[in-house]
């Protein structure tokens, strides 16, 4: 059984045909009773129906969205969404092969051919539920503020003085912008607080983000927004130990 402080899964079937959204929401009851993890499962017939009582904040983890659908297709639809949502979970449905770079484009979780296959639903939604396990946010504080940070948003943390300066990053429009927050906080006590797994420190002054990195040169490590920090020698393998490790771990998921 999984962590009790996942309360429920809020999902959308958004297909226009009644018969295959009747076999995916059958898959979905059968895993929500096998994983015991209470699933909210809401159906749309048309992108119309669900961009007319959609907006970010109605708490939908993943949305299973048909792609050849009349007016308004799978694509445009997700498009729209990802205008204003970057981290909804977003699966597409198909009967045609093709659209995998589609798909990349609005960062797709998944993509299933129709008729939709029990195991794959399964899979599909493990995904989604080990996604919002490996949520966690930290508390830090600057002079006047106090700021909550997810975890999976943090570049690095470069120690400054009695301080840190966390490097973070958001999502607007697909496009991830950088921002730089100093906190009181020290380098030693942020270490403790945020998850051992998805943290390493790479050189005396720095923590890195693991799931954020692009690339590890031999002197510095580069990050998927562009960022850069040193990387000391003696902690080269290491480092280089612990993004193997994750990203093993995130293959097999």
């Not at 100093?182 to 890195?208: A, D, M, N, W």
Request: aromatic share 10%; with cysteine; net charge neutral.
């Amino acid at each position: 059984m999984y962590d009790n402080k996942i309360t429920f899964i809020k999902t959308a079937i958004i297909e226009d045909n009644e018969v295959h959204a009747g076999l995916l929401e059958k898959y979905l009851i059968k895993w929500s009773k096998h994983k015991h993890v209470p699933l909210e499962i809401n159906q749309y017939l048309s992108a119309e129906e669900f961009l007319f009582e959609w907006k970010p904040g109605l708490g939908f983890s993943v949305l299973f969205i048909d792609i050849q659908m009349h007016e308004i297709n799978g694509i445009d639809l997700a498009k729209s969404v990802r205008k204003k949502d970057s981290e909804i979970n977003i699966v597409f449905t198909t009967g045609i092969t093709g659209y995998m770079a589609e798909g990349y484009e609005v960062e797709a979780l998944h993509y299933l051919v129709k008729p939709v296959n029990e195991d794959k639903i399964y899979k599909c939604m493990d995904k989604v539920l080990n996604k919002r396990k490996d949520i966690n946010y930290i508390i830090v504080h600057s002079k006047d503020e106090i700021h909550k940070l997810a975890t999976s948003q943090i570049n690095y943390i470069e120690a400054r003085g009695h301080g840190c300066i966390i490097e973070i990053f958001t999502k607007e429009n697909n496009q991830k912008k950088i921002k730089q927050t100093e906190v009181s906080e020290s380098i030693s006590e942020l270490e403790t607080i945020l998850p051992k797994q998805g943290f390493i420190k790479c050189h005396r002054s720095y923590l890195c983000g693991i799931q954020n990195i692009h690339h590890i040169g031999k002197t510095e490590i580069t990050f998927d927004t562009g960022s850069h920090i040193p990387v000391s020698r003696r902690l080269h393998k290491d480092v280089n130990q612990a993004f193997i490790r994750y990203f093993s771990r995130i293959a097999k998921i």
